[in-house]
């Protein structure tokens, strides 16, 4: 039996990348990638010349067969996203499962992952958490919400700038416009920047700086 690495890669700074993830990636008869273009680059950068294969949401179910039959043939397989740990908020799952019931060996490198850092920068307790990824765009958005609204833990979402707004005025609708939020964006990147306090001030601020880049918001439970 071969084996199936995770491997994480970074989420903005070249530099997060790890020694270990740089010799999976270049020992790998294969690396899975989200999007080849993207993580081209990054092959490229760290001189990495294996064969990259596209495997993402899209066709995940047509392809996690083949892969493991090349896992049971021994194979070892790279598995990367395109940015972050592979199956957080992005394709990791169903291989993984798969793999393992077909016995092949699945390890994960830790590694880079967005939410982490915007967590325990946020100032919110983090002892105990809730990671909720994306809410539903549409259906079940409205009742998603409504089940955390008595959530104690602190809770943390993936977001889009271009819906960070109308989300943070749907948490103050849900939570309370008084609930204690961080909204962290461009993480690792050279314009990072945390925005704290409730949520109201939160809401007025990003309406006057339209906010860019990749987003985490950490919201405070109930009663903090």
Do not use: W
């Amino acid at each position: 039996m071969g084996t199936l690495y995770l491997v994480p890669t970074p989420v903005g700074n070249m530099e997060d990348m790890t020694m270990r993830a740089i010799r999976i990636l270049k020992e790998a008869d294969l690396v899975l990638a989200e999007d080849t273009r993207t993580s081209g680059i990054l092959l490229k950068h760290f001189d990495i010349k294996n064969r990259l294969m596209s495997h993402h949401k899209f066709n995940e179910h047509g392809t996690s067969a083949g892969i493991v039959e090349r896992l049971k043939a021994g194979a070892t397989i790279a598995l990367i996203s395109d940015a972050g740990t592979p199956g957080i908020s992005d394709p990791g799952f169903l291989l993984a499962r798969e793999a393992i019931a077909a016995g092949a060996e699945v390890t994960a490198l830790p590694g880079a992952t967005a939410f982490v850092p915007a967590l325990v920068s946020s100032g919110l307790p983090c002892d105990r958490f809730t990671f909720e990824g994306f809410l539903p765009q549409k259906k079940g958005r409205k009742t998603r919400l409504e089940s955390l609204r008595d959530e104690k833990r602190t809770m943390v979402f993936y977001e889009s700038p271009y819906r960070l707004v109308k989300t943070l005025e749907q948490f103050g609708e849900v939570f309370g416009e008084d609930r204690q939020v961080s909204v962290c964006r461009e993480i690792s990147k050279v314009h990072e920047e945390s925005v704290r306090g409730p949520l109201a001030e939160v809401v007025a601020h990003f309406k006057q700086t339209p906010p860019k880049g990749e987003i985490v918001i950490v919201v405070g439970g109930r009663d903090l």
